[in-house]
């Protein structure tokens, strides 16, 4: 079974600086890819998914963008955070096409100061 | 436009009983749902599924059922345990989520079970 490793676990980093969020995934090939951000007290919300090396689709217009160099690493990276993005983002993956579930990366606490 | 809806975020029982969780959902497409559950500071972890030819499906202490005709699901968990107390996710997806497998999540169910 796949392994999602997400790093690092928590982030604080000030307002107006870079992000860049990594998550590589182990036991799989050709793997859909997902980022989720978890708002606090609000459900997961879907940001970007990718079904192949540089192949991106974004949800939501935001203050994000994500960049999938490999076929297991998918990159979540923004040229100058907002107040707004804190939150918990989370990457998945799933493989064996339609009906299979995601699994989830333990995540990356991001807070905003 | 919230298409998958868990009304109550937070649901307590007593170690031993029955916790009912639900979920409701506006897109009739849906073809296809999840549950998760997730504990502080991890990511959520796939429990069961159900597809919509069925309505009924059962693992162990969890079963989930679903109402298509009220557009509705819900977790049971037999007996509860304390280790259950998580939050809990409902998920669904059209055509099987098709190649992208896109899911919409609820915002969740905090359950806590009491010993």
């Known amino acids: 079974s796949q392994t999602i490793h997400q790093w690092p676990a928590t982030l604080v980093q000030p307002v107006g600086s870079p992000l860049s969020l990594e998550c590589t995934v182990e036991?799989?090939?050709?793997?859909?890819l997902y980022w989720y951000r978890q708002a606090a007290g609000r459900g997961l919300q879907l940001l970007f998914y990718?079904?192949?090396?540089?192949?991106i689709s974004s949800e939501v217009p935001q203050n994000l963008s994500a960049s999938r160099p490999q076929d297991r690493q998918f990159i979540l990276s923004s040229k100058k955070l907002l107040l707004s993005d804190s939150g918990f983002y989370l990457c998945?993956?799933?493989?064996?096409?339609?009906?299979?579930?995601?699994?989830f990366g333990d995540g990356t606490r991001l807070s905003i100061l | 436009d919230q298409q998958v809806k868990q009304n109550s975020p937070s649901l307590s029982v007593q170690e031993g009983r029955i916790s009912i969780l639900n979920c409701d959902y506006t897109?009739?497409?849906?073809?296809?749902f999840l549950w998760y559950k997730k504990y502080p500071a991890e990511g959520p972890t796939f429990l069961i599924s159900?597809?919509?030819?069925?309505d009924k499906n059962e693992d162990g202490r969890f079963t989930v059922f679903l109402n298509k005709s009220a557009k509705h699901l819900s977790l049971h968990i037999v007996p509860s345990q304390p280790g259950d107390s998580a939050v809990y996710f409902c998920?669904?997806?059209?055509?099987?989520?098709?190649?992208?497998?896109?899911?919409?999540f609820g915002t969740g169910t905090l359950l806590a079970v009491q010993p």
């Open positions: 998945a993956c799933s493989t064996g096409g339609r009906g299979q579930p995601q699994h």
């Open positions: 036991g799989t090939s050709n793997p859909n």
């Open positions: 990718s079904v192949g090396i540089g192949q």
């Open positions: 897109n009739s497409m849906f073809d296809y």
């Open positions: 159900i597809s919509s030819i069925k």
């Open positions: 998920a669904a997806s059209a055509g099987k989520g098709g190649a992208t497998n896109k899911l919409i």
